[in-house]
Nanobody, 123 residues
Framework: QVQLVESGGGLVQAGGSLRLSCAAS????????MGWFRQAPGKEREFVAA??????YYGDSVKGRFTISRDNAKNTVYLQMNSLKPEDTAVYYC??????????????????WGQGTQVTVSS
């Protein structure tokens, strides 16, 4: 069992930056690949980024602007978001990936989810 708690969301102007954190409980955190997703009102949950032993992966809309990282000693995964745009406005969720699944991009391959943190980018 893994419990996830996101923090770091807020209101920022376009062009600004935010860093989201996701604190995980459980001694097995380091064995999980982790992902970030987001969901805007009226839209489906969208893949943002993932990090595993094999590397990092990003959705097309955030490549070059967002960076995912993790600190296993702190049981925490981060999402550094730069050059924010109004279209980045959403609730951001972190999630723990189910081992041996076939794609980091699918919400169905993640077993544990945080409660989400709101990010609002004003124009």
């Amino acid at each position: 069992q893994v419990q996830l708690v996101e923090s770091g969301g807020g209101l920022v102007q376009a062009g600004g930056s935010l860093r989201l954190s996701c604190a995980a409980s459980g001694r097995t955190f380091s064995t999980y690949a982790m992902g970030w997703f987001r969901q805007a009102p009226g839209k489906e949950r969208e893949f943002v980024a993932a990090i595993s032993w094999s590397g990092t992966y990003y959705g097309d809309s955030v490549k070059g602007r967002f960076t995912i990282s993790r600190d296993n000693a702190k049981n925490t995964v981060y999402l550094q978001m730069n050059s924010l745009k109004p279209e980045d406005t959403a609730v951001y969720y972190c999630a723990a990936y189910r081992p041996y699944s076939d794609s980091y991009y699918s919400t169905g391959n993640y077993d544990y989810w945080g409660q989400g943190t709101q990010v609002t980018v004003s124009s």
